[in-house]
């Protein structure tokens, strides 16, 4: 199968592997146990906090190890909301954020929740951001730093610096930033910051989050006092020192891998585009993570595409998560002004750097042979369900 659906998530880079291994094994000791042995697991976790904090250019004592992602969004949300005088009730954030932040606003009773929009190219409106960041009783500001559906990266040190301009603190989910855009937590001055391992090549079910020194923060698990406290539970430590590893390999290989992705990202575009007509590509051209594709096709259904797509041994997603046959347009689509009929019909292709120039050539020849499939059927009078095109 030719893997294009690396911003749902990344395979396990095979040095990270190697790192984990001997803590899955012979290293499996409790890094807060006593003896000697232990404390080499100990060492081993400073030096994986030390590896995520220069990811970001923090200190290691702004990192505290998470569950996930998701996590890392729900402890700075939920600490934030609980930290700030009561007469603050207004959480601005942005239209286009990840679940695992909208519903975490959502969810806070007595809190309203100002959505800023987008422009059509799925970029932060900053004009609308300030008025926002600045009218009465904002409790605190979230944005993401770059999209997951679009790939593209918002203006997120000047929505920082306008929200502090107000005295409002700043968190950012960067999950989908790192490796594809430079995240210096100290240069755009954020708050809080949230990465999860397995978009960068860690394995699934680790994240971390960024606290600026000095900054409150209250714990969302209690218990043993692990993490200094801010983030109770044993460690997962074989996973954490993979994560770390896998930093280490984001920065070293940061400029010139970032390029080979991007190049095959533009390679499989260009033989989309030259290959077919009526296809659009989405998002900021000048803000789109090098590695993601978001392209919508005349005349042809995403869903059917997927299924078909499926078959030809490519795996990609649409526009949303959504994947039955009453596909409908995602939070996001809807925020960059999408028709119901032009989200339908989009896709999402994004590459990693395990990705190859033949998977890129042949991803897009099968794209290619799908969407000229489902025009003639649909041409046809074929309509309908999206089962009909699974013969
Ligand atoms: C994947 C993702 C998350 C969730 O991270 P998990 O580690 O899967 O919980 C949150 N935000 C964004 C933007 C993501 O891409």
Same mark, same amino acid.
């Given at each position: 199968?030719i893997?294009?659906?690396s911003n749902?998530?990344?395979?396990?880079?095979p040095?990270?592997l190697e790192?984990?291994?001997p803590?899955l094994?012979d290293?499996c000791?409790?890094?807060?146990?006593?003896?000697?042995?232990?404390?080499?697991?100990?060492?081993?976790?400073?030096?994986?906090?030390?590896?995520?904090?220069?990811?970001?250019?923090?200190?290691?004592?702004e990192?505290?190890?998470?569950?996930?992602?998701t996590?890392s969004n729900?402890?700075?949300?939920l600490?934030?909301?609980?930290?700030?005088?009561?007469?603050?009730?207004v959480?601005v954030?942005?239209?286009?954020?990840?679940?695992?932040? %909208?519903?975490?606003?959502?969810h =806070?009773?007595?809190?309203q929740?100002? &959505?800023? @929009?987008?422009? $059509?190219g #799925? +970029?932060?409106?900053?004009?609308?951001?300030?008025?926002?960041?600045?009218s009465?009783?904002?409790?605190f500001?979230?944005?993401m730093?770059?999209?997951?559906?679009?790939?593209v990266?918002?203006?997120?040190k000047e929505?920082?610096?306008l929200?502090?301009?107000?005295?409002v603190?700043?968190h950012?989910?960067?999950?989908?930033?790192?490796g594809?855009?430079?995240?210096?937590?100290?240069?755009?001055?954020?708050?809080?910051l949230?990465?999860s391992?397995h978009?960068?090549?860690?394995?699934?079910?680790?994240?971390? %989050?960024?606290?600026?020194?000095? =900054?409150?923060?209250?714990p969302?698990? &209690?218990? @043993?006092?692990? $993490?200094? #406290? +801010?983030?109770?539970g044993?460690?997962?430590v074989?996973?954490?020192?993979?994560?770390?590893?896998?930093?280490?390999?984001?920065?070293e290989?940061?400029?010139?891998?970032?390029?080979?992705?991007?190049?095959l990202r533009?390679?499989?575009e260009?033989?989309?585009l030259n290959?077919?007509?009526?296809?659009?590509?989405?998002g900021?051209?000048e803000?789109r993570?090098g590695?993601?594709?978001h392209?919508?096709?005349?005349?042809?259904?995403?869903?059917?595409?997927l299924v078909?797509?499926?078959?030809?041994?490519?795996?990609c997603?649409?526009?949303s998560?959504?994947m039955?046959?009453?596909?409908?347009?995602s939070?996001?689509q809807?925020?960059?002004?999408?028709?119901?009929?032009?989200a339908?019909?989009s896709?999402?292709?994004?590459?990693?750097?395990?990705?190859?120039?033949q998977e890129?050539?042949?991803g897009?020849?099968?794209?290619?042979?799908a969407?000229k499939?489902?025009r003639?059927?649909?041409?046809s009078?074929g309509?309908?369900?999206?089962?009909v095109?699974?013969?």
């Amino acid at each position: 199968m030719i893997y294009l659906d690396s911003n749902a998530t990344t395979q396990v880079q095979p040095a990270v592997l190697e790192a984990m291994l001997p803590y899955l094994q012979d290293q499996c000791y409790n890094p807060s146990s006593g003896y000697r042995a232990a404390k080499g697991v100990k060492e081993a976790l400073s030096q994986a906090r030390e590896q995520v904090a220069a990811l970001i250019s923090a200190q290691p004592e702004e990192i505290v190890f998470t569950g996930c992602g998701t996590e890392s969004n729900n402890a700075a949300i939920l600490s934030l909301a609980h930290s700030v005088s009561p007469e603050k009730r207004v959480i601005v954030t942005s239209a286009i954020e990840h679940s695992a932040v %909208l519903r975490v606003c959502e969810h =806070l009773e007595g809190f309203q929740v100002h &959505l800023v @929009g987008v422009d $059509e190219g #799925g +970029r932060l409106d900053l004009e609308a951001w300030e008025r926002a960041v600045s009218s009465e009783g904002v409790a605190f500001a979230t944005l993401m730093w770059a999209n997951n559906e679009t790939g593209v990266i918002q203006p997120l040190k000047e929505a920082c610096a306008l929200a502090h301009k107000y005295n409002v603190p700043f968190h950012t989910d960067a999950i989908q930033a790192i490796g594809k855009t430079v995240v210096d937590a100290r240069e755009s001055d954020v708050d809080y910051l949230s990465i999860s391992g397995h978009k960068f090549h860690a394995p699934k079910g680790v994240g971390a %989050l960024y606290i600026k020194k000095g =900054l409150p923060f209250e714990p969302l698990l &209690l218990g @043993g006092g692990q $993490e200094g #406290g +801010r983030r109770s539970g044993t460690e997962n430590v074989a996973s954490i020192i993979g994560m770390g590893k896998a930093a280490e390999l984001v920065m070293e290989q940061c400029g010139e891998k970032l390029k080979n992705i991007q190049s095959l990202r533009d390679l499989f575009e260009n033989t989309v585009l030259n290959g077919l007509e009526g296809v659009h590509v989405n998002g900021d051209p000048e803000h789109r993570a090098g590695n993601t594709s978001h392209l919508s096709f005349d005349d042809c259904e995403a869903a059917g595409l997927l299924v078909l797509l499926d078959e030809y041994g490519v795996a990609c997603s649409a526009g949303s998560a959504c994947m039955t046959g009453k596909q409908r347009p995602s939070h996001v689509q809807k925020a960059m002004g999408f028709s119901d009929r032009y989200a339908r019909s989009s896709l999402r292709i994004s590459f990693s750097i395990l990705n190859t120039k033949q998977e890129a050539l042949k991803g897009a020849q099968q794209l290619i042979k799908a969407v000229k499939k489902l025009r003639k059927v649909q041409g046809s009078g074929g309509v309908g369900s999206v089962m009909v095109y699974t013969s």
